[in-house]
């Protein structure tokens, strides 16, 4: 295990000198543009450390669930693992949306309330933001 | 090493555009522009000394750096024709008045120099623009009349801009299936949203336009007056006057002020009945919805594309990456069309 600060108050750290230190301090818009955007990939990353796998697992359920394939228990992958199976899985799925196979309306409705939760679960992390205020706007 | 490159382009410019004006001309105050990955800009003034062209003028250099970032992009000997027939036509546009294949090993356009915002954001909301927002919907639509009355035969345009064998609607598609393809990340959201535009396509457009191809907001000169100048034409081709029309309304060129619908400062209504008084064809209200859906496609698309060409390497750059993670808002917003339009209701999984 390694000494604290552990990653996210590192990744927290460097967000805040972007911030506080280096926006400030410069006055060539571009640079201060790309130093913002910095900035704002550091605290998406805080945010998918802080989330942790629950969203990843819920994803694989559905997805099992979906094409029919046998569900794992939560705890027997590693992080790493479940995000190459779900990537599999969601090739067969888009494969199938393509041919057709999802084409009758409650398969489409199915397929497309896991595409959803896929989605917002997506900008829990990337931009909760967004989130809020499309809700909101709807 | 600037400086030097900087001294040799001004020289080459001067030696150019003295050939092309059959005078001796000065070039003046040339200095580089932010430009997009695959262009240098250069701002300069020149002087004509005498002939027809005779007299002073504020100028741009766009200079071809490297490969286009997209396929379909024009290279800018066929942007400078459709430039040029845009201006011909009427079209309140930058007046280009030079091309040359090989100026300093880059083929450049010579074009008038539009002073103005172009920044999206800053229009829809800084207080010295509300007047601007205020006349841009009934001036954007007509000019956008204007360019889809452009006579694409009379300028010679079929030679330089590409249109397709397949309906417009479906050579977007097949173009969306053909990036999805070769990035290769799975996205089942844009799958059954392109499922969606294959059932829902409309009746084949009665006439092929040559369409702008990115009319939107952060193509627009924009000054305290209103709009002075539609920009970027490298991506204009012979296509469906929907594609431009419904372009604008699409969520991400609203700029963040979601509740107005068509570019972030009015309803639809003023900018589409400007369109039609200018002799646009009027549009009904499922094509537009249609198209909307399908430039929300385009730009989902568009922000893996851009991730794509930090990922591969041939772009590394931090403003790419981060579009990557952009991609999930637009497919919410694209889910969120389709499934109003399937279930009738909004979406309730959104929130």
């Known amino acids: 295990m390694q000494d604290r600060p552990n990653s996210r108050e590192l990744i927290e750290a460097v967000a805040a000198f972007l911030e506080q230190e280096i926006i400030p301090a410069t ?9 913002l955007i910095a900035a704002n990939v550091l605290a998406v990353v805080g945010r998918e450390l802080a989330a942790g796998e629950a969203p990843i697992y ?10 029919k394939v046998p569900t794992e228990s939560a705890g027997s992958q590693s992080g790493e693992t479940w995000h190459a199976v779900i990537y599999t899985l969601s090739k067969i799925l888009c494969a199938q949306i393509r041919a057709g196979d999802w084409d009758d309306p409650a398969d489409f409705e199915r397929a ?8 917002v679960e997506k900008l829990r992390v990337s931009n909760p933001r967004y989130l809020k205020a499309f809700a909101r706007a709807d | 090493m600037a400086e030097i490159a900087q001294v040799a382009l001004q020289s080459a410019l001067e030696t150019w555009l003295a050939h092309e ?16 990955a695959s262009q240098a800009i250069w701002r300069f003034d020149l002087h004509i000394a005498d002939g027809v062209w005779r007299g002073d003028y504020r100028l741009v250099a766009r200079r071809q750096m490297g490969g286009k970032i997209y396929a379909e992009a024009l290279d800018l000997a066929a942007e400078f024709e459709v430039l040029r027939a845009a201006y011909k036509s ?4 930058p007046r280009p008045y030079w091309f040359a294949p090989d100026v300093l090993g880059s083929a450049t356009i010579v074009m008038a120099r539009l002073d103005g915002e172009t920044i999206g954001r800053r229009i829809v909301k800084a207080p010295e623009f509300a007047g601007a927002r205020a006349i841009l919907p009934e001036q954007m639509g ?21 249109s397709s064998s397949l309906t417009p609607a479906q050579a977007h598609i097949t173009r969306l299936e053909a990036d999805l393809d070769r990035i290769g990340e799975p996205h089942p959201a844009i799958e059954l949203c392109i499922r969606w535009l294959r059932h829902n396509e409309p009746p084949p457009p009665k006439k092929r336009v040559l369409v702008h191809g990115d009319y939107r907001l952060g193509n ?12 970027d034409w490298e991506f204009a081709h012979i296509g469906e006057a929907a594609e431009d029309i419904a372009w604008g309304m699409v969520r991400e060129w609203r700029f963040g002020v979601d509740q107005l619908h068509f570019s972030g400062i009015s ?17 009904d209200v499922a094509r537009l919805f249609y198209w909307e859906v399908m430039g929300n496609l385009d730009w989902a698309v568009g922000t893996l594309n851009q991730a794509d060409r930090h990922l591969s390497g041939d772009a590394p750059n931090l403003e790419f990456a981060s579009l990557g993670r952009r991609c999930a808002e637009i497919e919410l917003e694209a889910l969120s069309l389709i499934a109003t339009a399937l279930r009738g209701t909004e979406a309730s999984h959104a929130r």
């Open chain 1, 58 to 67: 819920g994803e694989y359920e559905r997805l099992t669930e979906l094409l």
């Open chain 2, 267 to 283: 309803a639809p209504e003023p900018f589409l009945a400007a369109y039609v008084a200018h002799g646009g064809e009027p549009i």
């Open chain 2, 142 to 162: 007509a000019a956008l009349a204007a360019i889809h009355q452009i006579d694409i035969e009379a300028h010679g345009l079929r030679a330089s801009v590409p």
């Open chain 1, 27 to 35: 006055d060539d818009a571009r640079l201060r543009f790309r130093a």
């Open chain 2, 220 to 231: 627009m000169m924009v000054t305290a007056e209103g709009l002075a100048g539609v920009l």
């Open chain 1, 112 to 119: 497309l309330t896991h595409a959803q939760m896929t989605v």
């Open chain 2, 90 to 93: 009427g079209v309140l546009a």
């Open chain 2, 21 to 36: 004006t059959s005078s001796a001309v000065t070039v003046s105050g040339l200095a580089q522009m932010a430009g997009g």
